[in-house]
C-alpha cells in the first residue's frame, strides 16, 4: 500500500512541515492530533498525567504555547502547561507522527499514513540471477 512507502510519508512529513512554518506566524489558533508513540515531554509529566493519554492527543497551539512553537530537524516543540496544576513542560512531536492540523475544526491538513505501520523493505539482491532457485547451483 502506497501508505506505507518511505517516499509517501516524507512528502507528508514535508506537507506537515511547510504547512506549520507558515501557521505558527500567521494563526492566532490551531489543533493538532498527534500520535503518542514518539512524544518527547521535557521535564517527563508526571504518572498521574501522562498515564491519562490514548493513542492519539489533541494539542491546542493558542497564546503562549503557540508563541513558544517551533520546527528543528522536523520536529515541532513548543512549552504547554497540563493538568490542573498546570505543569510545564516542553513537547517535542516529530512532524510523521501528525496525524491532522485543523483550524476552527476545518481540517488543513491530514497525515493517514501516521496511524499505519510502516512497511519494512523487502531485501534486494544485488544479483537478479540469484533470484532463480535454478540458479543455486552455479553460485558459490
Known amino acids: ?3 506505507q512507502t518511505t517516499e509517501f510519508r516524507k512528502i507528508k ?3 506537515a512541515k511547510e504547512l506549520l512554518e507558515f501557521l505558527i506566524p500567521n494563526a492566532e489558533e490551531f489543533d493538532i ?3 503518542t508513540d514518539e ?3 521535557n521535564p517527563e509529566l508526571p504518572k498521574h498525567i ?3 493519554f490514548g493513542e492519539v492527543l489533541v494539542f491546542t497551539l493558542a497564546n503562549y504555547t503557540l508563541s513558544t512553537a517551533k520546527i528543528m ?3 515541532l516543540t513548543f512549552e504547554a ?3 490542573e496544576e498546570n505543569i510545564g513542560s516542553i513537547v517535542s512531536i516529530p512532524l510523521k507522527y501528525i496525524i491532522q492540523i485543523t483550524e476552527e475544526e476545518t481540517p488543513l491538513f491530514i497525515n493517514v499514513s501516521a496511524t499505519i505501520q510502516q512497511k519494512e523493505p523487502e531485501p534486494q539482491t544485488k544479483n ?3 533470484l532463480n532457485p535454478r540458479n543455486k547451483k552455479f553460485m558459490n
Open 1 to 3: 500500500m502506497i501508505l
Open 13 to 15: 512529513e514535508k506537507h
Open 33 to 35: 492530533l498527534c500520535s
Open 39 to 41: 512524544i518527547t515531554f
Open 50 to 52: 501522562s498515564s491519562a
Open 73 to 75: 530537524d522536523n520536529t
Open 81 to 83: 502547561g497540563f493538568g
Open 128 to 130: 537478479p540471477f540469484e
